[in-house]
T-cell receptor
Framework: SQTIHQWPATLVQPVGSPLSLECTVEGTSNPNLYWYRQAAGRGLQLLFYSVGIGQISSEVPQNLSASRPQDRQFILSSKKLLLSDSGFYLC?????????????FGPGTRLTVT | AQSVAQPEDQVNVAEGNPLTVKCTYSVSGNPYLFWYVQYPNRGLQFLLKYITGDNLVKGSYGFEAEFNKSQTSFHLKKPSALVSDSALYFCAVRAFRSNDYKLSFGAGTTVTVRA
């Protein structure tokens, strides 16, 4: 079966510090990968998605970037965090094969920028 | 463009009563529709989906949803709610045969089931 991991689970970082959040998927190959941010426990904002190694699409111009160095690894980064980067970051994956369209979410990372 | 509306921020029901969470969608062509549930400080869990076929879709934990094309709705239902169903629920849509893999999510509905 497939599993998705995110770490760290929680993170407290000062303004201006760098960020690296990691997401890995097991039990599947060539998944589509997504990064979302959820503010205040409400709606989801799609930040980035990837359909293959090195292929990143950005949805919202901001202080963040994403990379996919390996097939099942997706990394969210920032060079200098802002207070507004605080939130709950969710990674998700979906099969790239036709017929399955739902996304499966990781446990999330709670980021607090102080 | 595709979008989802969840008209109720909150739904409150007594345990044992029927639960309905409303969702309407807008999409070009036929839709793929999904429901997710989120417990505090957790990721979203997939509940059910409509792709094609029967308009009534059954999913996890006793939930079901009814696809209504004429009303562009996909309401989530449970005949008898449990206190443990208290959570945040999201509806999502994607256009049929779209090469775009993105889902559009609603703003979420908080369900509170009182004992």
């Amino acid at each position: 079966s497939q599993t998705i991991h995110q770490w760290p689970a929680t993170l407290v970082q000062p303004v201006g510090s760098p960020l690296s959040l990691e997401c890995t998927v097991e039990g599947t190959s060539n998944p589509n990968l997504y990064w979302y941010r959820q503010a205040a426990g409400r709606g989801l904002q799609l930040l980035f998605y990837s359909v293959g190694i090195g292929q990143i699409s950005s949805e919202v111009p901001q202080n963040l970037s994403a990379s996919r160095p390996q097939d099942r690894q997706f990394i969210l980064s920032s060079k200098k965090l802002l207070l507004s980067d605080s939130g709950f970051y969710l990674c998700a994956w979906s099969p790239s094969l036709a017929g399955n369209y739902e996304q499966y979410f990781g446990p999330g990372t709670r980021l607090t920028v102080t | 463009a595709q979008s989802v509306a969840q008209p109720e921020d909150q739904v409150n029901v007594a345990e044992g009563n029927p639960l309905t969470v409303k969702c309407t969608y807008s999409v070009s062509g036929n839709p793929y529709l999904f429901w997710y549930v989120q417990y505090p400080n957790r990721g979203l869990q997939f509940l059910l989906k409509y792709i094609t076929g029967d308009n009534l879709v059954k999913g996890s934990y006793g939930f079901e949803a009814e696809f209504n094309k004429s009303q562009t709705s996909f309401h989530l239902k449970k005949p008898s709610a449990l206190v443990s169903d208290s959570a945040l629920y999201f509806c999502a849509v994607r256009a049929f045969r779209s090469n775009d893999y993105k889902l559009s999510f609603g703003a979420g509905t908080t369900v509170t089931v009182r004992a």
